[in-house]
């Protein structure tokens, strides 16, 4: 066993015999003046005082409330990244099982079956490394984050932070760089193609390749039609109104 490996499990260790002693109200009153660093105290401090540091990385200016972003955005993002992301506890384990077949076979971690919840939890405290061990961490703190925030909350934070390329971090900044608007502003076809941003952003970026993002939006707009968000018609609709993009 790797030592960083161990190193997690002495630290999940500590972790529940802290909570159990009283160590989590503790920290919850501590975390105002605290900040979640990458070291190990940084871990035990994400887990325990998860909202408070969830709190120290959103940015306030930029951040849109989920009754403000899209109905279509939102499907379409649960679509094309995570379908199951109402039925799961954070964890997708018919996502695991699937990419733990594949890490097997290869010898090594190529995928991670992630859900909204892990990539939330990624992009906002992990590094991108394909570790076991920085795995196990992700897993801890998406089951943490679904235990402390709804549903609705987890997609809105997620929406917020999430990276749409072409320096956009969030809905509000992709919404402005990509068609000069406000997210309530967006139609079917703009929101599809942000949708499928998050997935490659350099790649799929209109900015870069024109093709390849109207590509990834119909791969979008097609996942909405297979969960029941669109029909047929609307979706052909969607893939052939002109986008006019900001620059």
Do not use: C
């Not at 035990?44 to 955005?73: C, G, H, M, W």
Request: glycine letters at 8%; a positive charge; hydrophobic letters at 45%.
């Amino acid at each position: 066993m790797r030592s960083s490996t161990k190193g997690l499990i002495l630290l999940l260790l500590f972790a529940a015999a802290f909570w159990w002693a009283g160590g989590g109200s503790l920290l919850e009153r501590a975390a105002p003046r605290l900040e979640a660093g990458d070291g190990t105290f940084g871990r035990i401090y994400r887990v325990f005082a998860l909202k408070s540091a969830v709190e120290a990385k959103v940015n306030k200016a930029d951040f849109v409330r989920l009754q403000d972003i899209p109905l279509t955005l939102q499907q379409a993002v649960i679509a094309v990244e995570d379908n199951r992301f109402y039925r799961h506890i954070g964890v997708d384990i018919e996502g695991i099982l699937r990419a733990t077949l594949v890490n097997l076979q290869s010898g090594e971690l190529q995928e991670g079956g992630s859900t909204i919840t892990q990539q939330l939890v990624k992009n906002l405290f992990l590094t991108h490394e394909r570790t076991w061990s920085r795995k196990a961490e992700e897993v801890v703190l998406a089951l943490d984050m679904e235990l402390r925030y709804s549903k609705e909350e987890i997609l809105e934070l997620y929406l917020n932070t999430i990276y749409f390329g072409s320096g956009a971090q969030g809905v509000s900044q992709a919404s402005q760089v990509y068609f000069g608007k406000k997210p309530a502003e967006l139609s079917l076809a703009e929101s599809a193609l942000l949708a499928g941003l998050p997935n490659a952003p350099s790649a799929y970026s209109p900015y870069t390749d024109f093709t390849a993002a109207k590509q990834r939006q119909a791969v979008v707009l097609a996942a909405m039609v297979r969960y029941g968000y669109l029909g047929p018609g609307i979706a052909q609709e969607a893939r052939q109104a002109p986008l006019r993009l900001a620059r």
